[in-house]
């Protein structure tokens, strides 16, 4: 599989995901206890391939906050962690029944439906036990309840319950509603990324509330890229099925602003994230080069 | 339904029991963007008629240590969901395959598969917003430590996961590896709810591991009896089918030992359990109430 991010980042950001990607892997050694079928299936889901947006978000906004970047490890691997677990859980059977992720066959398929659903469940608990045991002891809690809140039942669970809902249902989602469930299933967890740096930096009032604007800004940017992508994308560079939102008469953006201004209105928002990078105590250009690549990207 | 609890505890543990039962429903009232029918299946699993064994371990340990019991009641909570997230999952078709429970249909029979996978994700994500919002900050970090070890793919979800295999395999079991999933699928839970009263209570060395053996003990003595009612008990009283360890070819207490030998060995280590009990700064007669429930009980 080529690497997901050609060229679009900046070397730095290259280098952090090196980084994330070791942790990753560390966290994934695993003493006796755990049987090699599930930990398999952890490690495949987990290490598979992926942009590491979301890490790179924590460390990013930690070096913006005047953190050092490599202190926010344990919690960039944390959400990568709630990703990859709310990934494999979206696939099942019972969910959105995907059987291509990245390219590669969804964790169900590879090791069945049971030890998937229990992968999921564990790199759910993983990642709080990697917050709360490798953060300093006065931030642990609040990184705790920060990732808790996001992946609970108003957010990432209830956006997936909502989108589930929505499919049964098989009625067209206006895009009220399908901002909505965006903003809990993508947007709360991109915001709690920049949320999570800004604590490990112990930023204050006025980074922590740039940063949700940029947060919000760059969400919505994504979740249109995606809906392009869906539209029009190449199902091979995706190395996932496109055309199910189409399929499943759901609203995108594309579907209701035309794909045209579906993506200028995701280069205006990408411009204004970074235009509001300002007044940090620390260096802004990851932050940018990350809003930068949402827009360029094409898987 | 009948009180699981009817006479068997005492007056304080009874009392307990309710204050756990109104904070769960406290923790249950989700603001908006939580969806009612998510909202619906955590309800009706997390405040379904239980024994809260659990909580009641947690609020016992915390008063056996010196501590104001009432100030366990967050991770008293935290465990129960927990527990009750474990109880959906493994209850799916995919695990194994319940469709009763505490005498009433299963989550994923009640609500459908695909929300009752939701549901048992947003309980655990739950358990520690709880702990990390509601426990003072010093604390908090080394609960949140605690439950997702347990929670994790070395205890109970490697549990369940061994577990599993085992099932599909459809071979015998034997007690060795029988003690070692029931020591990672319910041991685990039990000992961290112990163990979490304490650190509530900042006990020192002593206490902590005068609780794990307390909670080793008590545990065998729980699977003992699991065994024992699944063996001979009563359909009807239980609210689950009975009988599917046999069905099952697994290993068992009453299948290796005999019936009279396993209540012979339960109740050697219940008098155990109550024995160690000395030492504590507080009272420990709730801890001693708990473990003369478990070989009492009859569901």
Known sequence: MSNPLPSLLSDRLHLWRTWVDDRLADYCRFGSGCPKGLSDAIRYSLLAPGKRLRPLLVLSAAEACGCDPEGGLPAACAV????????????????????????RATCHIQFGEGVAILAGDALLAMAFEVLATDLPTEIAGECCRL????????????????????????????????????????????????????????????????????????????????????????????????????ELGKSTYPGVLGVDRSRQRAQELVQQACDGLIGFPGPTDALTSIARYIVARDR
Chains 1, 2 share one sequence.
């Open 147 to 246: 990732l808790a809140r996001a992946a609970g039942p108003t957010r990432l669970v209830g956006g997936q319950a909502d989108d589930l809902v929505a499919d049964k249902e098989g009625t067209a989602v206006d895009l009220d509603r399908l901002e909505s469930i965006h903003h809990r299933k993508t947007g709360a967890l991109l915001a709690t990324s920049l949320q999570l740096g800004a604590t490990l930096a112990q930023a204050g009032d006025e980074p922590m509330s740039r940063l949700e604007t940029y947060g919000l800004r760059i969400g919505l940017a994504f979740q249109i890229v995606d809906d392009l992508l869906d539209w029009s994308g190449d199902e091979q560079a995706l190395g996932k099925r496109t055309g199910r939102d189409r």
């Open 80 to 103: 990568e962690m709630i990703h990859a677990y709310s990934l494999i859980h979206d696939d099942l059977p019972a969910m959105d029944d995907d059987d291509l992720r990245r390219g």
